[in-house]
C-alpha cells in the first residue's frame, strides 16, 4: 500500500492564482481530512470529509474548496491564493485503532504565495 | 480557545537524557489520547496512544503518563537519541470522533 498520497510536493503561486493540492489514500478509509501547519500553531483543520459526496468545514476553511467523488481522492482548491496561504498542507486518512481513529498523513505540500 | 495546551514549544535535551513533554485538555469528554512524532519533511505518524483507564503506557523508550483528575498527560522518553529529534503533538479526542484535537506542537533537538 502506498499509504497517502500528495502532490505537488513543492508549489509556488502568485497572488490571485488558483490550484488544487490533490490526496489520494489506497486505505479504503471512509474518513479524510486537510491540515494545515504553520510555526507556533500546530495543525489546524480546514476541511474534511466523511465519505464520497459528504464533505464539512474545520477550524480554517476561508479560501479553500474540497470535494470528495470518491473514496480514495479528496483534493484540495486554492481559489484566489494569498500570502497568508503559504503554509505546509497536510491530507490525512482515518480509520480505527483500539476504537479510536488513529490518522494517517501524508508527505504534505510546501505552498509559498507571493 | 485552545482545548489541549502543549508545553514546551521547544526542547534540547542531551544524548542519554530524559525528554518530557505536557499536554492539558479542558475537555473532560475525550477519552483517547494519541501522540504524533513528525520528522522534518514528512507527514506525522502515530507514535503511541493512551485511555484514561489507565495511569501509564510504555512502548520502548517511550512512555505516557496520564493523570485524570488534573487533566494532564505527559510524553516521556527515555535515553533520548539524536534520532528522536523531531516535532512531537500531542491530541485528545472522543472515542466516536474521526477528527482529534491537536495540541500545537513541540519541537525537540536531541544533541549528540
Known amino acids: 500500500n502506498a499509504g497517502v498520497t500528495q502532490t505537488p510536493k513543492f508549489q509556488v503561486l502568485k497572488t490571485g492564482q488558483s490550484m488544487t493540492l490533490q490526496c489520494a489514500q489506497d486505505?479504503?478509509?471512509?474518513?479524510m481530512s486537510w491540515y494545515r501547519q504553520d510555526p507556533g500553531m500546530g495543525l489546524r483543520l480546514i476541511h474534511y470529509?466523511?465519505?464520497?459526496?459528504?464533505?464539512d468545514q474545520g477550524e480554517v476553511p476561508n479560501g479553500y474548496n474540497v470535494s470528495r467523488s470518491t473514496t480514495e481522492d479528496f483534493p484540495l482548491r486554492l481559489l484566489s491564493a494569498a500570502p497568508s496561504q503559504t503554509s505546509v498542507y497536510f491530507c490525512?486518512?482515518?480509520?480505527?485503532?483500539?476504537?479510536?481513529?488513529?490518522?494517517?498523513f501524508g508527505p504534505g505540500t510546501r505552498l509559498t504565495v507571493t | 480557545q485552545q482545548q489541549v495546551k502543549q508545553s514546551p514549544q521547544s526542547l534540547i535535551v542531551q544524548k542519554g537524557g530524559i525528554s518530557i513533554i505536557n499536554c492539558a485538555y479542558e475537555?473532560?469528554?475525550?477519552?483517547?489520547f494519541p501522540w504524533y512524532q513528525q520528522f522534518p519533511g514528512k507527514g506525522p505518524a502515530l507514535l503511541i496512544a493512551?485511555?484514561?483507564?489507565?495511569s501509564e503506557k510504555k512502548e520502548g523508550r517511550f512512555t505516557i503518563s496520564f493523570n485524570k483528575s488534573a487533566k494532564q498527560f505527559s510524553l516521556h522518553i527515555m535515553d533520548s537519541q539524536p534520532g528522536d529529534s523531531a516535532t512531537y503533538f500531542c491530541?485528545?479526542?472522543?472515542?466516536?470522533?474521526?477528527?482529534?484535537?491537536f495540541g500545537r506542537g513541540t519541537s525537540l533537538i536531541v544533541h549528540p
Open positions: 490525512a486518512s482515518s480509520d480505527q485503532r483500539e476504537g479510536a481513529y488513529e490518522q494517517y
Open positions: 486505505m479504503n478509509h471512509e474518513y
Open positions: 470529509s466523511v465519505g464520497a459526496g459528504i464533505t
Open positions: 475537555n473532560t469528554a475525550f477519552d483517547y
Open positions: 493512551i485511555r484514561p483507564d489507565v
Open positions: 491530541a485528545a479526542s472522543i472515542g466516536g470522533s474521526y477528527i482529534p484535537t
